[in-house]
């Protein structure tokens, strides 16, 4: 029997009925008086230098109120393309009209002249030296031209004797590698552990393969969407469609050069995020732009194909893996090299690629990765971002070792491992952890152990980890003279994580569930919140929220000692009331009473104030198991079984987890199976759900979760962050089960029925 009476419970979503009545209010419903709308003007070519923009013809129409370009940006920092153009859809001017038809014409009306130029688009080209360049000439040396490079250059700072042979030896290498230079890179990664050519040495089997990893769009129900309004005395208010309303505030401030005093954030409903909302140029900063030129509200709001062309994506990546294992099944050695298409900006998640080392006991690592500018839009977070790309390759090769050693591939995971108090490649020491608990309770639940397969059915298995992020958040608590009990704060809800806090909050105070309120405030009003993504909210926010209502219970406490005359540790607060627990019969006071007695004393009304920055937390193991059947001719694959199991520290309610998992696990599905942006020779983009398929009902069975719970030490009540997770493992789990239907192997995502097919016909590896 559970100690607790309200967390752990399955609970309904406190914003329920909202949602299902309708009365939830999105970014499209805001509508404040004397509203414009706003459209953004987009390049027509994917790689050009820009000429000219005209905007005359444009200016010269009815109800056209402002136009604005890069121009208009003070600060200088880049909004709107001015000399050249990077991707197809890029914003080159914005326009602000009475009617959205009437803002619709005037972009039309912008007339823009290019000189077009050469496209890259695939990353494994545009790092040739062939290929055009994006930005200006990066170039990095790959890794074996680097690490030699290093050497010549410690060799060089020693004046010792005989160095001058040893650097001639080394540069005469160093030509081995000319070839070893890598153009258009936008951001470098490095890590190292071990020495990965001796574990290669000493390994019995060796498999190197290349996966290759589309891109693909978070796919959220609400386009992007933002309503700015500038008023006289220069404060600008903005209703966004974000993950991060203190983020938001902070981007606008930056980039428009506005004090943060001057800026206030309304976070609206969002439909859905997935780590793809926190951009401040997409809408947000020409919404502001548009209304301190028109002086009106303005909203601009993206269609479906703009999603597609000027979202922010997941990032593809090309991964090289390489593995070495003795014949027993131990892992000796990883290596790793990988591109990732970051598009016309840096970045792109390149850090996730350690993760292709997995929850192993590896003591070999050496993994280099790369940023690749192509002429694409920039990319975003997606639900534990960089982790599937990664864990897809270093899972798949799990299996292809476990095959040709003849070893069980779960037994194979287990064995390799890491357990608490063993050494992280190229990081610390392992804490507690549930790796091992977690597959072993998906294996169990999906009956992996008397798994049975017909004739083109296949079963696979993967694992994948994450550890939730942290970052400051401030929580109030108040109670009232009825018992009942307010939270306000300033973070976003966008996977229940508003009811968590509430169930906190409530079994604290030992309130009923129902008799707690949650309020979000703005940014001028709300204390400052981290962003809602990396699986934060429940762990930093929920740590928040627990130490307000322990400083509220402390008032509490408190209040009854003075009112009932009697000292603080002869209290007991539960059942919403405190009651002496020394005296027979029994005295106590309500906390409605307490509420309404706090109200004539020097100390005031009962407020909770918790504060809460950053304290380490731990990793998270997801394993899933997959029954597939594949057919042969037509090359469509069928899931029969999708098993997932997840270690959550502590579920604080249960049926908001197993929506996370369920939720997560198909996300993953889809990007195995189906889901790529596919980008044509001219850049352009399959720019809506006609092209760009997502799953149904029918594609699927009914998700089984299993919950697993190992507590995190700072985790509250040893939660951890549930949301990224789920979709780690299931690129692979998919590919396995594919791969052991079929007995061939396919490395390039997703793996469409076309692929299936080729794959059978080449009898080797599917592309």
Avoid at 40 to 45: A, Y
Avoid at 398 to 421: C, H, S, T, Y
Avoid at 556 to 582: F, K, P, Q, S
Wanted: charged share 20%.
């Amino acid at each position: 029997m559970s100690e607790y009476t309200v967390v752990g419970q399955k609970l309904p979503r406190v914003d329920a009925v909202e949602k299902v009545t309708g009365a939830a209010q999105y970014g499209a419903d805001v509508h404040p008086a004397g509203m414009l709308y706003g459209k953004i003007v987009r390049s027509k070519h994917a790689h050009a230098n820009i000429l000219s923009i005209d905007t005359s013809e444009a200016e010269k129409l009815p109800g056209v109120r402002a136009i604005i370009t890069q121009d208009d940006v003070p600060s200088g920092r880049r909004v709107f393309a001015t000399d050249k153009v990077l991707y197809l859809g890029e914003p080159l001017a914005a326009v602000a009209a009475t009617d959205p038809d009437i803002a619709e014409e005037a972009a039309e009306l912008i007339k823009i002249e290019y000189e077009v130029l050469p496209v890259v688009q695939d990353v494994m080209e545009a790092i040739k030296s062939s290929a055009p360049r994006l930005h200006s000439d990066e170039t990095k040396e790959g890794p074996n031209r680097r690490d030699i490079s290093a050497k010549i250059k410690e060799l060089s700072r020693d004046e010792a004797d005989g160095n001058s042979t040893a650097i001639r030896k080394l540069e005469a290498e160093l030509e081995n590698y000319a070839d070893e230079v890598y153009y258009n890179i936008s951001a470098e990664s490095h890590t190292e552990a071990g020495d990965v050519e001796k574990g290669f040495a000493e390994s019995d089997i060796v498999v190197e393969d290349t996966y290759v990893i589309p891109r693909v769009h978070q796919t959220y129900m609400e386009p992007h969407v933002s309503v700015a309004s500038a008023d006289s005395s220069g404060k600008i208010t903005v209703w966004a469609s974000t993950q991060g309303p203190f983020a938001i505030r902070s981007g606008i401030a930056g980039t428009l050069g506005i004090p943060l005093t001057q800026i206030n954030v309304i976070g609206t409903t969002m439909g859905g995020g997935f780590g793809g909302r926190f951009g401040v140029i997409i809408t947000h900063v020409p919404a502001v732009l548009l209304s301190q030129k028109a002086g009106r509200p303005v909203r601009v709001q993206m269609t479906r194909e703009e999603e597609f062309l000027d979202g922010r994506p997941a990032p593809g990546c090309v991964i090289k893996l390489k593995t070495g294992a003795t014949k027993d099944g131990h892992i000796l050695a990883r290596q790793a090299l990988a591109f990732w298409d970051s598009g016309s900006v840096s970045g792109a998640s390149i850090g996730s690629t350690i993760r292709v080392r997995g929850v192993y006991k590896i003591p070999n690592i050496k993994i280099d990765a790369y940023g690749v500018h192509t002429n694409k839009s920039g990319t975003a977070a997606y639900r534990a971002p960089g982790a599937p790309q990664a864990i897809f390759a270093g899972e798949s090769q799990l299996d292809d070792i476990a095959e040709q050693i003849g070893m069980d591939p779960v037994k194979f995971r287990l064995m390799n491992m890491r357990e608490e108090g063993d050494t992280v490649p190229a990081g610390g020491s392992e804490p507690e952890v549930g790796y091992k608990e977690t597959l072993e309770a998906v294996a169990d639940a999906a009956g992996w152990w008397n798994r049975e397969a017909d004739k083109n059915q296949g079963w696979g298995v993967a694992v994948g980890d994450w550890t939730n992020g942290c970052g400051p958040g401030g929580v109030y608590v108040s109670v009232h003279e009825d018992g009942s009990a307010r939270i306000f704060h300033g973070s976003m809800d966008i996977t229940g994580t508003d009811t968590a806090i509430t169930q906190i909050i409530a079994e604290i105070l030992t309130i009923p569930y129902k008799n707690v309120t949650i309020r979000r405030g703005d940014t001028d009003s709300a204390p400052y919140s981290t962003g809602s993504g990396g699986s934060v909210v429940t762990f930093t926010m929920g740590n928040t929220a627990k130490l307000a209502a322990e400083d509220a219970r402390r008032r509490i406490l408190e209040l009854a000692a003075e009112r009932l005359n009697t000292n603080v540790d002869d209290l007991e607060l539960r059942d919403g009331a405190v009651h002496i627990i020394t005296v027979d019969p029994p005295k106590s006071i309500s906390l409605g009473e307490l509420a309404a007695y706090s109200l004539s004393t020097t100390g005031g009304p009962i407020v909770g104030k918790g504060s809460f920055a950053r304290q380490p937390s731990t990793p998270a193991l997801a394993a899933q198991i997959a029954k597939v059947e594949v057919d042969p001719d037509t090359g469509r694959t069928r899931v029969l079984k999708l098993v997932a199991s997840q270690d959550v520290g502590f579920a604080i309610n249960p049926m908001a987890v197993e929506g996370q998992i369920e939720g997560g696990t198909v996300q993953g599905y889809a990007w195995a199976m189906m889901e790529e942006m596919q980008y044509g020779e001219n850049g352009n983009v399959n720019p809506g759900f006609v092209d760009y398929r997502v799953p149904t009902s029918a594609d699927l069975p009914t998700v089984e979760s299993v919950i697993v719970e190992v507590p995190a030490p700072n985790g509250p009540y040893g939660a951890k962050g549930v949301g990224e997770p789920p979709i780690t493992p299931t690129l692979a789990t998919m590919a396995n089960a594919v791969n052991d239907a079929i007995g061939v192997r396919i490395t390039e995502l997703p793996i469409k029925p076309e692929k299936v097919v080729d794959a059978l016909k080449n009898n080797g590896h599917g592309a």
